[in-house]
């Protein structure tokens, strides 16, 4: 098979394809084999039909159209994968000529429009200046950590003053709608922490100052939390039976033997500050990967084809639906919610599908100047953690994204991750005073979109 390539409009080419009679031969058998099946001739078995009883039977026309169902798209992929080219659209077939295929094989035109291309120089993306930022663990964060640790050992003590936000409460809740009680709203011995609005707002406030024995009255309307009922205004009376106090473990080694595997709380704290810097050092990294690719795609300066930017953009609109369907609302709720109207999403989500782009194109840049491959051992290792993530066998996983065509979308993803690995790597990386800092291999990261 020959086939030409001629740009005929920015991001659109025409492939001009010539496929010899051999080669176009297995899928005339092919056509005839299917044909043949669909046709019943006495004398011959279902599928054993000559060629010429299926023309004679059929028509020659019946086979060529066939032919074609599976030659124009079997020719054309070939084509693309001979200039290495990504569609973005479906292609247009024309100028097809079969009029002697036996003899002169076929000859076709197949226009498309298709992903930018971009080639990088060395220099393009190795030394490239990117800021790290600093991981240095503070000794306030680690006091926030013991104190919710602390958290977790309290216990409730019989307070000697009236009720204020942070204690709880052990209280009888009536909610009644026209003398009608509403359960949902309602609670006998009910340990409530003032000030987490867990009911209704108005219940922390009538709490606020409250003693045991005291009894509440007051209106409030129910929040979206309550489904059906949500809206409603309801009557609430509370009888206060207790009101308790938060009591903490005191800070010393007692507490770290009871709360951990250390003796003292020297090494309890220490042990939380290791923990800490390792998260702030894959923070650190997985921004460093970031800022490395964002200096990448500045040197980005394609126009990208609309109908690209397009599906791209409702692809992302698309997701955030389904994440709002999973969380049992629409993203019309989510967005009024937060205040966001539809056009204002929309815009965004078409400003990071532009920035997605372009970082993917500067990506596979680096990956087809270095060569970039992707191995079996590379798929093996990222589907086993795809796998162990979502509890299910490596070897099921692997048959479902096979069966969903989706093999190759997870090697083009292990291509860029590395290509960008390969960028931070050979970067210029400087700490925050601009000054020299070695930089460590990055982690394996799990994709590079938005």
């Known amino acids: 098979m020959r086939s030409n390539l001629e740009e005929v409009a920015k991001h659109r080419v025409r492939l001009r394809i010539d496929v010899s009679p051999e080669e176009a031969r297995p899928t005339m058998d092919l056509a005839y084999r299917h044909v043949a099946e669909s046709v019943s001739v006495p004398g011959f078995r279902k599928g054993k039909v000559p060629r010429r009883v299926v023309d004679a039977q059929v028509g020659r026309g019946a086979v060529l159209k066939e032919f074609l169902q599976h030659a124009l798209e079997e020719f054309y992929l070939k084509a693309l994968r001979e200039h290495q080219l990504a569609p973005i659209a479906d292609p247009e077939f024309d100028e097809v000529d079969m009029d002697d295929i036996e003899t002169s094989g076929l000859r076709f035109s197949a226009t498309v429009d298709v992903r930018p291309r971009l080639e990088f120089e060395e220099s393009d993306y190795k030394g490239l200046r990117v800021e790290r930022p600093r991981a240095e663990v503070y000794e306030r964060e680690v006091d926030e950590q013991l104190e919710r640790l602390r958290e977790r050992f309290t216990e409730l003590e019989i307070a000697g003053h009236p009720a204020r936000r942070g204690d709880y409460v052990m209280a009888d809740v009536r909610a009644y709608i026209h003398e009608q009680e509403v359960p949902e709203a309602s609670g006998q011995d009910l340990l409530y922490e003032v000030g987490s609005q867990a009911l209704v707002p108005e219940l922390d406030t009538e709490l606020e100052g409250k003693r045991k024995g005291d009894i509440l009255k007051f209106n409030a309307t129910l929040p979206e939390q309550f489904g059906d009922q949500a809206g409603k205004e309801v009557a609430f009376q509370v009888l206060v039976k207790e009101v308790k106090a938060k009591k903490l473990p005191q800070l010393d080694d007692d507490f770290a033997t009871t709360s951990s595997e250390f003796d003292s709380l020297d090494e309890l704290r220490e042990d939380i500050r290791t923990k800490l810097g390792r998260l702030k050092e894959a923070a650190v990294d997985a921004a460093l990967r970031e800022r490395a690719l964002q200096a990448l795609t500045a040197k980005v300066e394609a126009d990208l084809p609309d109908r690209l930017v397009d599906r791209e953009t ?94 190759t979308s997870l090697a083009s993803d292990i291509i860029r991750d590395k290509a960008l690995d390969l960028v931070v790597k050979h970067a210029d990386v400087v700490d925050e005073a601009g000054q020299p800092k070695a930089s460590e291999p990055a982690a394996e990261s799990e994709g590079t979109g938005e």
């Open 314 to 407: 409702e692809s992302r609109v698309r997701r955030a639906s389904e994440r709002a369907e999973r969380q049992g609302t629409t993203l019309e709720a989510v967005l009024e919610a937060s205040d966001v109207d539809e056009l204002q999403f929309r815009s965004d989500a078409r400003s990071h599908a532009v920035r997605a782009i372009r970082a993917d194109l500067a990506l596979e840049a680096v990956a087809r100047a270095e060569e970039i491959q992707v191995t079996e051992e590379d798929l093996d290792r990222v589907i086993g953690e795809l796998a162990k993530e979502i509890g299910r066998d490596a070897k099921q996983v692997r048959r479902s994204l096979e069966a969903g065509g989706q093999i």
